[in-house]
């Protein structure tokens, strides 16, 4: 059992590196990085695959990501070969969806939607770890501005570890160049924050970088890091 007071106060003044290396040390193979590909996760996997080279990546499949990013995961790979790629399928197809559900369901019901392509897959994929890692940053939104380093996630009933809360936008895109990693060019055309094609737009709200997600529905999460 994690005391998960302790381990935040244990690394309050460590880094993402510093929580990465918790990460390892406490749950060894247990644990993976569920990853969207997005400018934290580039980043997030450069630290990962320093401290552990093999670590395993979960990739929701949901059968509508944009082609940038499908190709950005392959020249992902090929810069880290090690690193264990699972692409979780969703529950059902876009065909059978479309027959049991009506056409273009994210539409009507992305909460539905996302419960079939994404948070049944994350439940199925993290049955044999005790923690993931996610990237996800306090100034991203006002839902995530409490986030801890280490965090209990009633919702998969594990450990939910975030290296980057402290970091900034400015920090991220540091890091991108400095170290040169690939990363979705569709950022260069307005996308802070990308996902499913269908739920995912430019953004034009300063401050809120999940604004472009899910536009004109009342919802800015997936259902991964939400209650609901
Ligand atoms: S983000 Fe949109 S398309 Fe993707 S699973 Fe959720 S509702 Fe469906």
Not at 185 to 191: A, I, K, M, S, V
Request: glycine content about 6%; some cysteine; hydrophobic content about 40%.
């Amino acid at each position: 059992m994690i005391d998960i007071a302790a381990a935040n106060e244990a690394l309050k003044h460590g880094d993402a590196l510093d929580v990465i290396r918790w990460t390892q040390e406490t749950f060894g193979d247990e644990w993976l990085y569920a990853c969207s590909f997005g400018a934290e996760a580039v980043v997030l996997i450069d630290m990962i695959a320093a401290v552990v080279p093999d670590a395993r990546l979960l990739f929701l499949d949901t059968d509508v990501h944009f082609p940038e990013t499908l190709a950005l995961i392959d020249r992902v790979m090929e810069r880290y070969p090690r690193l264990r790629l699972i692409r979780a399928p969703a529950s059902l197809t876009l065909e059978e969806q479309e027959a049991q559900y009506g056409p273009e369901l994210w539409k009507h019901n992305p909460t539905l939607c996302c419960t079939l392509r994404k948070v049944r897959p994350m439940q199925q994929a993290l049955a044999g770890v005790q923690a993931w890692m996610t990237g996800l940053r306090r100034e991203q939104s006002a839902s995530r501005a409490n986030t801890a380093f280490v965090n209990e996630d009633a919702k998969f009933g594990k450990i939910k570890i975030c290296p980057l809360i402290h970091w900034s936008w400015d920090d991220i895109w540091m890091y991108i160049n400095t170290h040169r990693l690939p990363y979705n060019p569709l950022h260069d055309q307005g996308y802070p924050s990308i996902g499913c094609m269908p739920c995912t737009a430019p953004s034009s709200e300063q401050g809120d970088s999940r604004s472009g997600r899910w536009v004109g529905h009342a919802k800015n999460e997936c259902g991964l890091h939400a209650d609901g």
